[in-house]
Antibody, heavy 114, light 107 residues
């Protein structure tokens, strides 16, 4: 069955880079869009961006200058990297499948604090 | 970006009540609105897509309607398992944007 699971650092210091991995099973990354959505106390749910089945990406301009989404199809993994973190980036980060998010991971809590 | 104005922020209902949540988009979204349910500590769950199409497994007491800029989501005969937060999402244009959410509580 379709499964997605995010793994990440938990705690990141301000100005540092966040790296989260989404490991999937039950489907091929070359057949589906994968996206990242976050939920923060300040802004609620925010769509961050996606990587298409063909590998091209789209980003929310809110994050564009500091966000990167990539994948390793051989490892069934999708990656989020966001630099210049601020305390306001504290929240839960989800990966989700499909252009309209249907299948979601459990989310990973990220705290940005010194 | 399309702004989604969702109301009310919170709602108190008794079991068996009918409740309605609305979302107004800042421009015509051509029915490309979805509704999600989220329980504490869990990821959002897609209930309805394209205004009124129920996802597999969504109980028939959930419904959606609307057009243009104005959309609504209803739960008839609220059950205890419906206590959650609900969010609308427009997916006609990038970036997709969510409403601020409605927290449904038991009266």
């Amino acid at each position: 069955q379709v499964q997605l699971k995010e793994t990440g650092p938990g705690l990141v210091q301000p100005t540092q880079t966040l790296s989260i991995t989404c490991t999937v099973s039950g489907f091929s990354l070359t057949s589906y869009y994968m996206q990242w959505v976050r939920q923060t106390p300040g802004k609620g749910l925010e769509w961050m961006g996606f990587i298409r089945s063909g590998g091209s990406t789209e980003y929310n301009s809110e994050f564009k200058s500091r966000l990167s989404i990539s994948r390793d199809t051989s490892k069934n993994q999708v990656f989020l990297k966001m630099n210049s973190l601020k305390t306001e980036d504290t929240g839960v980060y989800y990966c989700a499948r499909d252009p309209l998010p249907i299948y979601w991971g459990q989310g990973v809590m990220v705290t940005v604090s010194s | 970006d399309i702004q989604m104005t969702q109301s009310p922020p919170s709602l108190s209902a008794s079991l068996g009540d009918k409740v309605t949540i609305t979302c107004q988009a800042s421009q015509n979204i051509n029915k490309y609105i979805a509704w999600y349910q989220q329980k504490p500590g869990k990821a959002p769950r897609l209930l309805i897509r394209y205004t009124s199409t129920l996802e597999s497994g969504t109980p028939s007491r959930f419904s959606g309607s609307g057009s243009g800029r104005d959309y609504s989501f209803s739960i008839s005969n609220v059950e205890s398992e419906d206590i959650a937060s609900y969010y609308c999402l427009q997916y006609v244009n990038l970036p997709y944007t969510f409403g601020a959410g409605t927290k449904l509580e038991l009266k």
